[in-house]
């Protein structure tokens, strides 16, 4: 998972580093149910209509018994694109979101991937920050389990719910 995490950072490092126009990327930090607390940035193309996200995530602070890790990548568009904010930034985004998770608790292991298309409404707070909430369903696929123990039996819900919160800067 280190590995992952180090090609991640140094990627996106890169990216950042041969970018022409810095002011089309932006970094956030949140939270979200199947991201736990993460980090990431997100780039648009040209027209701003569009991007490209990607974030890394990590919770073990709610819940001390389990721990989690996820990675996401999204491509996310505008819509109703007459609503536009004061910085002429569109409010309204559809995100379409791939999150590789693993979830580790007293009695499971579990590897999953999970489809997550959302509604997604930002809110300018000042000049160079943002508030986004993201709601949608999540469409659950295991690719791996391990159970440790036969004390409980589970699996996960194949759709949840799904949130995040984001602060952009």
């Not at 996106?12 to 199947?34: E, H, T, V």
């Not at 569109?90 to 379409?96: G, Q, R």
Request: a positive charge; proline letters at 2%.
């Amino acid at each position: 998972m280190r590995i992952i995490i180090f090609l991640i950072v140094t990627f996106q490092l890169n990216q950042i580093s041969n970018a022409q126009n810095l002011s089309r990327f932006d970094y956030f930090f949140g939270y979200g149910f199947y991201e736990g607390l993460n980090i990431g940035s997100e780039y648009f193309f040209k027209s701003y209509k569009q991007s490209i996200s990607t974030s890394i995530g990590y919770d073990k602070f709610i819940d001390k018994k389990q721990e989690s890790f996820a990675l996401t990548i999204g491509y996310n568009f505008a819509i109703f694109r007459k609503h536009k904010n004061d910085s002429n930034a569109y409010k309204w985004h559809i995100n379409n979101n791939v999150v590789l998770w693993q979830l580790e608790d007293d009695y499971y292991i579990w590897k999953a991937i999970s489809l997550i298309p959302s509604i997604n409404r930002k809110f300018i707070l000042c000049r160079n920050l943002s508030l986004s909430f993201d709601i949608g369903p999540s469409f659950n696929i295991v690719l791996y389990n391990k159970r440790k123990t036969y004390k409980e039996v589970g699996w996960p819900y194949h759709v949840m719910p799904d949130f995040r919160i984001l602060l952009i800067f």
